[in-house]
């Protein structure tokens, strides 16, 4: 079974601070990489994709590195809002499951 | 203007009962999904429809049955509700990538939560 890894935390950050989370994948032919946020109780809701050449969406930058397999969110300035759970995807290459990793918590404290 | 929607949205019934969870999304999509997210908050493929049709079977009992009656619609029915199968069932949607092997990104809908006494 191929698998999306991800260390579960929790991260416990003050406000201000730069944090980043990685994950492996396992599937060399995944072409599609999404971060999806869920907070307590509610859906996933898309962050942001991952891009080959990365990409940046105001405090947060997502990197993908296909040789070590892996991807990484960084979230610059933390705000209390950013505390959540951040699930990332790896998904397509030749299979349409898309393969959540169980997800990294997040708690970023005053 | 919900875009996936669900329904219930809580689900509480006894073990050995036959339950069923609505979804609908207006978005358009041509693929739907369950999802089972447990306890430990891990979140589970079940069933992937694209244009009303099964692509996606996980190892899932035979309890469980997706109907798919048309492009919007992807339902869930659950025999013989078992106490395993307490968790929250998401459905989601999203747009078969046009070329290569890509993949778009997935909405999700709020969630069922389903306790089994």
């Known amino acids: 079974r191929k698998e999306v890894e991800q260390d579960p935390g929790p991260f416990n950050v003050p406000e201000g601070a730069t944090v980043a989370f990685n994950c492996t994948y396992s599937n060399s032919a995944s072409q599609s990489f999404f971060w999806y946020r869920q907070d307590c109780r509610k859906e996933p809701k898309l962050l942001m994709s991952v891009y080959s050449s990365g990409n940046e969406d105001g405090r947060f930058t997502a990197q993908l590195n296909r040789a070590s397999q892996y991807i990484s969110l960084l979230i610059r300035d933390s705000k209390l809002s950013d505390s959540a759970t951040y699930l990332c995807?790896?998904?397509?290459?030749?299979?349409?499951?898309?393969?959540f990793g169980r997800g990294t918590s997040l708690i970023v404290h005053p | 203007d919900t875009a996936v929607s669900q329904t219930p949205k809580y689900l509480v019934t006894q073990m050995g009962n036959d339950k069923s969870i609505k979804c609908e999304q207006n978005?358009?999509?041509?693929?739907m999904y369950w999802y089972k997210q447990d306890s430990k908050k891990f979140l589970k493929i079940m069933f992937s429809y694209n244009n009303k049709e099964l692509i996606i079977n996980e190892t899932v009992p035979n309890r469980f049955s997706p109907k798919s009656p048309d492009k919007a619609h992807l339902n869930l029915h659950i025999n013989s509700l078992e106490l395993g199968d307490s968790a929250v069932y998401f459905c989601a949607s999203s747009q078969k990538s046009s070329g290569g092997a890509g993949y778009n990104e997935q909405f999700f809908g709020p969630g069922t939560r389903l306790t089994v006494l």
């Open positions: 995807v790896a998904a397509g290459g030749g299979s349409y499951i898309p393969t």
């Open positions: 978005l358009g999509h041509d693929t």
